[in-house]
């Protein structure tokens, strides 16, 4: 049986079929537009620099880091330019050991490389750069340039790199730079974008000392490069460049014949020595001993470098002037009766018998042998008399101590341009009950006060917060924050500024309390324990001599040095100005473990007073006799600056 079809109907379905295909075409091509209409035009600009982007390479060019010079011109960090073998292990593309080994076989790869190169890599993200050797000779540039075929992600690269002509003369002051480790990084990612973005393709930052306080000044402006490149990523031609701007070079205050000298009489001993220029508040020499090579640090120090750093008992790599504490001893005395006159607790003239003891709540604490019979304060400061001051320290009590020495800086922030400082420990009623936890602790007893009169008890301070406070006695009661940099220079137009210093805060004392105590301070090296030391000087200088305890022997226990471990002997100090009638610089001086004051510390304040004031430079004979504390030592002789062998001024010839 045929089926009969309806024609129409059949065609009424075609059509409808005909219309839908249409409608899905027309609608699919409107998709297509609508796309095409939304990369071409809406999103133009975008996909245009994307695609200029996979064409060109925006390369970060790294600026010259800033130079660091002294008052005079010598420069004191600087930069050179050498090559260097890196590796970016992401595109390496095998086991890296293996590449090294074949590197070994070209260039010379020590033990040390291949452990600075795993410790870089383990701070390292896979597809950053890894230096493996720094400093390739030439011939070994050609001999890898012949085979770099077979290194994929293997290359040679020109780099900056940093170098401290004096090696380790005034490391602590000038710091070092280092590699950027992981822990900055991840601190940088909190910077402004515009600071972020000056430090792309920085692979080196500051880490200590003036380097890494004055960072930005000394880093520059980073430039970039445009590069067109190929399909595989390589460099073909440069399209355009902006030039990076070099780091701007900071001139510092600091004399750096003095720091080597003075670092040179310190010998072997441990120490840190503080000179201010009392009228400004500039640092002239700022040494810490014993003192370290910051030029290992440049390249990454290598790990038996680092473990005789690190572990060493001598400690080098303390910054002892800013951040070593220690009880003051017998050169706090004089700021003790400065403190009495200008609080009215005791009169100059007033005069106590010192039988050589002094017995307070059925303790008795030492004083001389024999005693000095009735001092004065003149006197006291002069011979140093512990009895006088004992009593004077019980008659303040702690809190007015605390109230006048602070002013001073005494246990306080000096706010120099380093970083790191740390406030050590001026003591007072809150401090104790601020920093022990039981309450039989916090409470002060007045038998602890008795010690802080002669500068011991829980008395503990830098060497700069010393220095400052002599400086401000000196200066008759004027006080200059101290700092290191002096100006800056820029780089590009040569212009200097100085760098702008806030006015000197008058503290108030009364100049005939201030004389009293200056001429106190004369007497104690014309007549008193700096007298053998300042024997035929050409200025008159103002001192006092100091000794502090390293450990606490008890009450009873006589000290005798021969007895202890070097460690555990007694420090000494000296802090002194001078000229005293008009004070040009200022200094503080401790060395660890030495004993009496005049005999270690004096001569070497002797020195540098000598250095500053009289144009003299101490002979080999003169300098040895200092390191073994030898107290009348030769004077020493004209300065000659050709004797020693220096880093050229900046922007003239190197010495001869």
């Known amino acids: 049986m045929t089926e009969i079809r309806n024609a129409a109907a059949d065609t009424a379905r075609l059509r409808l079929r005909v219309v839908v295909i249409a409608l899905v075409v027309f609608f699919a091509f409107g998709l297509i537009g609508a796309r095409l209409y939304y990369l071409q035009v809406m999103q133009h600009e975008e996909l245009a620099e994307r695609a200029e982007r996979n064409r060109t390479a925006v390369v970060p060019v790294v600026p010259n880091r800033g130079l660091i010079l002294d008052r005079n011109g010598v420069v004191l960090a600087s930069n050179y330019s050498a090559y260097t073998l890196e590796i970016t292990p992401s595109q390496a593309g095998r086991n890296l050991d293996e590449v090294i080994d074949q590197l070994a076989e070209i260039v010379d790869v020590q033990p040390r490389d291949r452990r600075r190169f795993k410790r870089l890599r383990e701070d390292s993200r896979s597809f950053d750069s890894v230096p493996l050797r720094t400093r390739l000779t030439d011939e070994e540039v050609a001999r890898f340039a012949a085979q770099r075929y077979r290194f994929p992600g293997v290359e040679i690269k020109a780099r900056l790199f940093r170098n401290y002509p004096l090696g380790e003369v005034g490391a602590h002051v000038l710091g070092y730079i280092g590699r950027i480790n992981q822990r900055e990084k991840t601190q940088m990612e909190d910077w402004p974008e515009e600071d972020q973005a000056n430090y792309k393709g920085t692979d080196y930052i500051g880490k200590l000392g003036i380097e890494q306080s004055y960072e930005k000044v000394l880093h520059g402006q980073t430039g970039v490069e445009q590069m067109e490149t190929s399909a595989g990523g390589r460099a073909v031609r440069r399209l355009g460049s902006h030039p990076a701007t070099p780091g701007d070079t900071v001139m510092l205050t600091l004399d750096i014949r003095l720091q080597r000298l003075v670092e040179e009489m310190f010998g072997e001993r441990r120490g840190a020595l503080v000179a201010i220029d009392p009228r400004t508040g500039e640092i002239l020499a700022f040494v810490s001993k014993p003192t370290f090579d910051p030029n290992l640090f440049v390249e990454g120090i290598d790990t038996e470098s680092w473990q005789a750093l690190n572990e060493s008992i001598d400690k080098p790599l303390l910054n002892r002037a800013l951040r070593g504490t220690y009880p003051p001893g017998s050169t706090y005395k004089p700021f003790m009766g400065l403190a009495a006159l200008e609080t009215g607790k005791r009169a100059a003239n007033v005069v106590q018998n010192d039988p050589g003891f002094y ?298």
Request: proline share 6%.
């Open 359 to 656: 017995t307070f709540g059925g303790h008795t604490f030492r004083s001389h042998e024999g005693g000095l019979g009735g001092v004065d304060m003149h006197r006291a400061i002069q011979h140093s008399s512990n009895t006088y001051f004992y009593s004077l320290a019980v008659e303040m009590g702690v809190d007015a101590i605390h109230d006048f020495m602070k002013p001073l800086g005494f246990g306080q922030i000096t706010g120099i341009d380093l970083n790191g400082e740390v406030r050590g420990t001026l003591p007072s009623m809150a401090w104790k009950r601020a920093t022990y936890r039981r309450p039989e602790q916090q409470r002060w007893f007045p038998g602890e006060t008795v010690s802080l009169g002669i500068g011991q008890g829980y008395n503990n301070f830098t060497m700069l917060q010393l220095a400052l406070a002599e400086a401000t006695l000196a200066n008759g009661g004027i006080h200059h924050r101290p700092h290191l940099a002096r100006a800056i220079k820029n780089t590009v137009t040569g212009e200097v500024r100085l760098i702008e210093q806030p006015p000197g805060q008058n503290l108030g004392y009364k100049p005939k309390n201030v004389d009293v105590i200056r001429n106190a301070l004369v007497a104690v090296n014309k007549g008193g324990t700096g007298t053998r030391v300042f024997a035929g000087a050409a200025y008159t200088s103002a001192g006092k001599t100091g000794t502090a305890q390293a450990v606490s022997l008890g009450r009873n226990v006589k000290y005798n040095p021969k007895l202890l471990e070097e460690h555990q002997r007694d420090h000494s100090l000296f802090a002194a100005f001078a000229p005293a009638e008009d004070p040009k610089i200022a200094v503080a001086v401790i060395v660890e473990n030495a004993g009496f004051g005049a005999a270690h510390a004096a001569p070497i304040v002797r020195r540098v007073f000598d250095y500053w004031l009289a144009n003299q430079y101490p002979n080999e004979q003169d300098m040895a006799a200092v390191r073994v504390g030898k107290a009348a030592a030769p004077i020493g002789k004209p300065l000659v600056a050709s004797e020693m062998a220096w880093p050229a001024p900046e922007g003239a010839a190197a010495a001869p």
